[in-house]
């Protein structure tokens, strides 16, 4: 791989223009922090106090330690307007940092930030280190669903799927887009082995699954009696679905499309009724 020279310039204090760049990138009209400084103050301060500002960082940078009252946040909780006022998961808690530590964290964010929220690069990103990470984890086993295909040229001949020759079988192990992933199975044992391997691989990587997001849909064949699949991540039970909607299209365990045909007969109502 070629050699990368190195950009000594991060590792500088911060600098003036810098500063002038993180405070106009503040948002107005936010609560501020424990020092009930808000950011309107930064903003229309001068110059003055764009140069002591800018002195503070350098000797933050000096000295390799950030003031405590930039670190701790004053938490407030809000209603989400759902559900009992009791329950703590019905509220969502709001941190409210110092707006000076905001500015210093801006800084840094510019330098080392290189992908932004929204940017197109984000998923491909993603998927990836995802791909990876799924590489990694199934390293010595391929679980997933095996698949039969013959291929003439370039193009999918199923005339030629009644023929033993020339059919070759590939095993699919998971369906990835952006970032939502479906990993497959055959068997039971095998599911469970697979998402034991998919959990070790997340915790090797610095990742967590979202276990409340996680479902597990047991598509059995027509001719057998159905079973709910009984999968654990970690110690968290996996809930069992019936019907899940995965890229836009409505999934059935009776892999019917009835649901998914009525869904768009709904959609396409609702569009002439807005006509």
């Known amino acids: 791989m070629p050699v990368v020279k190195i950009n000594t310039d991060l590792d ?12 106009q990138q503040l948002s107005s009209r936010k609560e501020p922090g424990s020092d009930a400084i808000p950011a309107e103050i930064y903003k229309h301060g001068g110059a003055q106090q764009m140069h002591r500002l800018t002195a503070i960082f350098q000797e933050m940078w000096h000295q390799g ?50 992908v932004k929220q929204g940017c197109v ?75 034991d391997l998919f959990a070790a691989a997340c915790d090797n990587f610095g990742l967590r699954s979202n276990t409340e997001k996680t479902v597990v849909m047991h598509q059995s064949p027509s001719n057998t009696i159905y079973t709910a699949a009984h999968t654990k991540n970690n110690s968290t039970q996996l809930k069992s679905v019936d019907n899940f909607t995965y890229l836009g299209r409505n999934l059935s365990r009776s892999t019917k499309v009835d649901n998914e045909i009525a869904l768009w007969i709904a959609k396409a109502s609702q569009a002439f009724g807005r006509m």
């Open 12 to 23: 500088l204090p911060p600098s003036l223009q810098e500063t002038i760049r993180a405070v």
């Open 65 to 114: 330690q950030v003031p405590q009252d930039f670190i701790d946040a004053t938490v407030v909780h809000l209603y989400k307007k759902k559900g009992h006022h009791q329950p703590c998961d019905n509220h969502q808690g709001i941190p409210l940092l110092n707006i000076a530590g905001k500015i210093f964290a801006r800084i840094l964010i510019n330098l080392t930030n290189g």
């Open 121 to 195: 690069l984000v998923s491909t990103l993603f998927s990836l280190m995802f791909s990876a990470m799924l590489t990694e984890a199934y390293r010595d086993e391929r679980p997933g669903i095996r698949i039969t295909y013959h291929i003439d040229g370039r193009l999918f001949n199923q005339r030629q799927m009644h023929f033993r020759s020339r059919v070759s079988t590939a095993t699919i192990p998971e369906l990835l887009f952006a970032d939502a992933c479906a990993l497959n199975a055959t068997t039971e044992e095998e599911r469970q082995r697979s998402i």
